[in-house]
């Protein structure tokens, strides 16, 4: 650690560095990744340890004495938690249904009255 109020520079580049590395995964991720379901929950964890770098280290809560550094990874967790809970019951929710299915809440309407969809050959106006 450097010396009390003195700080190395050379350390937050290297953080910034990690935090260059992060973004280009992100990127990466999004535009060639692959990961099919796994690129949400990868791409939240990486947002997490950018998050958690910043915050540990741009905003100086490594160098916080005693109970403001349990702050943050507390409530990371906390969050995590409620998150956490919130989908695993929105995933688990028995789906309410229909008994006909969602073609039931559509009007009925006569044929002449529909119209062709755009782009059709078969569209012209007064048809």
Same mark, same amino acid.
């Given at each position: ?54 915050? $540990?280290?741009? $905003? ?68």
């Amino acid at each position: 650690m450097a010396e009390h109020g003195r700080k190395s520079v050379w350390g937050y580049v290297g953080i910034w560095g990690v935090l260059v590395v992060l973004t280009v995964a992100t990127w990466l991720l999004g535009t060639r990744g692959h990961l099919g379901s796994w690129s949400l929950p990868v791409a939240m964890g990486i947002a997490v340890g950018k998050t958690a770098l910043v915050a $540990m280290f741009f $905003m100086h809560l490594v160098e916080q004495p005693g109970a403001r550094r349990v702050v943050f990874p507390v409530s990371a967790l906390f969050l995590a938690l409620l998150l956490g809970v919130s989908l695993v019951e929105a995933m688990t929710r028995v789906r309410m249904a229909r008994p006909d299915g969602p073609k039931a809440l559509e009007p009925a309407r006569p044929a002449s009255t529909r119209t062709a969809p755009p782009g059709s050959p078969t569209r012209w106006m007064g048809h």
